[in-house]
Each structure stands twice: as structure tokens, then as C-alpha cells.
């Protein structure tokens, strides 16, 4: 029954996330901003809704933060593997050479975001203390300040691709109606998606780390599946590529309110397994940026670069499986 549960949660919320991103890309398009720019913020934070939602409700009213924490790496870890889909049905050749300098720059960031994250989970966890202002720890602002500097600078950087952009129907007042309604479905759906996977937890013997990361993981990226290669099938490469790096930076900096919610650094309080997989999402980024200023071109559809980043993830999940 729970596995039925979960299958109609995630279809559900494939779609509605699906739309919501649709009413984010009509709105954001009045201001005539590049596609890059529109994949990397507005789809990029509209599809990590059911990661917010999913994760807080694990944290804040289920108590437990394994779950929540292993969703939000897992979810960037599974957004890593999409580019090798993406990669494939591009074209010929390697992807990473086709995509502009405002994604190549996204990577950087979100390299700089994980090897924060790592870095403190580690601190933490060896028992070492980390200054703290205000009840958080001093990673959430350097998290949240390496977030806004690289939106701010993303703002200013232009794109030369030409995006196909969707036509304006209905009026501005419409258009929002049906996003903030969208929205809280969609944050709802998030919520039981959450309740979900602490029965999945409970009922199978697996552990939090495990079903968060695969599980949970996997369902909240279902959207970024859907958003990215509907970008890619409306033709453009910057926008898919920038919808994937956009959710990754987004749901890095998710960590900092989980830390409110939690009311305790929940760094602190991993588990080894579940700073493995965030070691995981930290050479997955670091082979999407060392790739990306390789300039050597190929001729197939199969690359090393994708290719390796979707085998490190799967590796990441089979240890975690059988390494409990």
C-alpha cells in the first residue's frame, strides 16, 4: 500500500510541478530576461518546491532530519545524472562544450556550495566546534552569501542563446492566481511525500540515508526531469542545462532553514553514511567543472564527462545500500 502511496504522490506531484514551473516561465518572461537566466532561477526554484516542502516537514514535524537532509543531497545528486540524458539527446558531441558561461559558472558555485557543506559536516560531526551567530552555524551564511553574490552576478551576465519563449495568455493577475495555487498544492504534495518516506523508513527496514537520497530524492527531482528535458525538446540547451544547475544551487541553501526548523546544526548530527553521499555530491560537482574546461570534442553521443558523473552517483547509491 505504501508503494502505491508513493507512486501516486510522485505522479502528482511531477504535474502540478510541471505546471507551476509553466505559469514561473510566463511570469518571469514579462521582464524579457535570457533563458539561461530563466532556467537557473525561476524554473530552478519553482521545481524545488516538493524538495522544501519534503524536506522541512521531515525535519520540523517528523523529527527526523536524516531523511530530510538525505532528500535535498540526493535530489542534487540525481539532477547531476540527468545531464547524462541531457548529453545524449543534444545531439553528437559533447554537451559541456555547447553550454554558455553563465552555466559554467553555475557549476563552479555549486562545487564552492558542497565543498562548504562537506567541510562543516565533517568539522562537526569530528566534534570540533564551528562559531555560530544567532543560533546558526557560520556555514549557513557563507552558504546563503556565496547564493546571493552568484545571483547577482548571474543577473549581470548575458546569454547569446535565443530561447523560444511561450506566449503570454490570460492576465498578470491570473497568471499569479494560478501560481500561488499551484504552489500550495504542490507544498502539500511535498508534505506527504515526507510522511511517505518515514513509513517507507519504517515498514522496509531501510534506513533514513538511504530511502531519503533514492526515494525521496528521485521523486522530488521528477519535475527538474520533466521541466529540463521540455526545455531541451523546445530547443534550448542553455535553459535544460540551467533548470538542473539552478535546482542544485537552490536546494543546497535549502540546509540553512532546515538549521532554523531544527533549531540545531544538523550537520552536526549525521550520520557517516550521510556525509558520504554529500562527499558524493561534492565530486560529482567537481567532475561537472573540471569537464567543462576540457575542450577536447568528440563525435559521440555516449561522453566520459556525463557519462562518469551518472556512474559516481549510482555507485554512491548502491553503497549506501549494502553500506548501512
Excluded at 535565443?162 to 492566481?177: C, L
Aim: glycine share 10%; net charge positive.
Amino acid at each position: 500500500m505504501i508503494w502505491i502511496q508513493f507512486l501516486i504522490c510522485s505522479t502528482a506531484l511531477t504535474w502540478f510541478s510541471y505546471h507551476l514551473c509553466r505559469e514561473g516561465v510566463v511570469l518571469s518572461e514579462k521582464t524579457h530576461i535570457s533563458p539561461g537566466i530563466i532556467g537557473m532561477i525561476f524554473l530552478a526554484i519553482a521545481t524545488s518546491f516538493p524538495e522544501i516542502s519534503t524536506a522541512a516537514t521531515s525535519v520540523y514535524f517528523l523529527g527526523k532530519v536524516g531523511l530530510g537532509y538525505a532528500d535535498i543531497v540526493g535530489s542534487v545528486i540525481i539532477n547531476f545524472m540527468i545531464l547524462f540524458g541531457v548529453d545524449y539527446f543534444s545531439g553528437k558531441g559533447r554537451m559541456l562544450l555547447k553550454i554558455s558561461r553563465l552555466n559554467r559558472m553555475s557549476g563552479v558555485v555549486i562545487l564552492l556550495l558542497s565543498f562548504v557543506v562537506l567541510g562543516a559536516s565533517v568539522t562537526r560531526v569530528s566534534g570540533r566546534a564551528i562559531p555560530s551567530f544567532m543560533g546558526l552555524g557560520a556555514e549557513n551564511f557563507i552558504i546563503i552569501l556565496i547564493y546571493f553574490i552568484a545571483l547577482r552576478k548571474f543577473k549581470n551576465t548575458e546569454t547569446a542563446e535565443k530561447g523560444e519563449a511561450e506566449k503570454n495568455t490570460g492576465s498578470k493577475w491570473m497568471i499569479w492566481g494560478k501560481f500561488i495555487g499551484l504552489l500550495f498544492v504542490v507544498v502539500c504534495l511535498g508534505a506527504w511525500m515526507a510522511k511517505i518516506g518515514e513509513a517507507i523508513v519504517n515498514t522496509t527496514g531501510l534506513s533514513q540515508t538511504f530511502t531519503g537520497v533514492l526515494f525521496l530524492g528521485l521523486a522530488t527531482s521528477l519535475p527538474e526531469i520533466i521541466v529540463t528535458f521540455a526545455a531541451l525538446r523546445a530547443g534550448s540547451l542553455n535553459m535544460a542545462v540551467g533548470n538542473v544547475l539552478g535546482s542544485n544551487m537552490f536546494d543546497i541553501c535549502i540546509i540553512p532553514l532546515l538549521d532554523i526548523l531544527n533549531k540545531t546544526p544538523i550537520l552536526g548530527m549525521l550520520t557517516r553514511g550521510q556525509v558520504f553521499v554529500t562527499a558524493v555530491m561534492l565530486v560529482t560537482s567537481l567532475v561537472f567543472v573540471v569537464s567543462s574546461l576540457v575542450k577536447k570534442e568528440t563525435s559521440s553521443r555516449f561522453n566520459w564527462d556525463t557519462t562518469a558523473i551518472f556512474a559516481i552517483g549510482f555507485a554512491g547509491f548502491v553503497i549506501v545500500y549494502f553500506v548501512r
